[in-house]
């Protein structure tokens, strides 16, 4: 921590935003380059005539039109059950989630299809602002526990949890901190030396 500096709040930080619309966007993010989630997000703003993602603009689109814009079967699937738990009220607000611990968000949201724990993980402390959330599923975490731990193996996502007991009520900054870790040493590593070089 001494050798990374103090950590600069991430973009997005404890702004306000609308949930629904962060989840539709990080539904069709999933298992796809920047620049072409970004490019498909472009293409359903276009066509629902708004930049905010969420029921009652996402009814203005039918399944065919969201298949024209890039959107794969199982995308189109997942942002029609998120609009559907928006429109019956399933989907915590920003005001109810101001109130509700980490874990409530988490047990509201992960329910609908294409949003799994880690997914609201990330909308917890990129977009919440909560201090106290440790995604112990991801492998960029789990790396950075492994150098600083310096195991043979990543830990298992249950060791990191009883690991990172102690780091609570911090636990989100640890968490940025075992980033920088780990993609510090990705940076630094060099080509392992081959015996007929």
Not at 77 to 82: N, S
Not at 146 to 155: C, E, I, K, Y
């Amino acid at each position: 921590m001494k050798r990374l500096g103090p950590l600069p709040a991430p973009p997005g930080w404890r702004r306000p935003f609308d949930p629904a619309d962060a989840l539709a966007r990080a539904i069709l993010f999933q298992q796809l380059s920047g620049k072409a989630a970004a490019t498909i997000v472009g293409r359903v703003e276009a066509a629902i005539g708004s930049d905010r993602l969420h029921a009652d603009t996402l009814a203005r689109i039918d399944d065919a039109a969201l298949r024209a814009c890039g959107v794969s079967g199982n995308k189109a699937l997942a942002l029609r059950d998120l609009a559907r738990r928006e429109a019956a009220g399933e989907i915590p607000n920003l005001r109810q989630m101001a109130r509700m611990h980490h874990d409530d968000i988490v047990a509201a949201l992960v329910p609908v299809r294409g949003i799994g724990r880690w997914t609201v993980e990330m909308m917890l402390m990129f977009r919440l602002g909560r201090p106290d959330v440790l995604p112990v599923d991801d492998l960029g975490i789990r790396k950075g526990a492994q150098r600083v731990d310096r195991l043979a193996a990543m830990p298992a996502p249950r060791e990191l949890a009883a690991r990172g007991e102690r780091w609570g009520p911090y636990r989100t900054y640890a968490g940025l901190y075992l980033w920088r870790i780990a993609d510090a040493a990705a940076a630094a590593s060099t080509p392992t030396p081959r015996s007929q070089e």
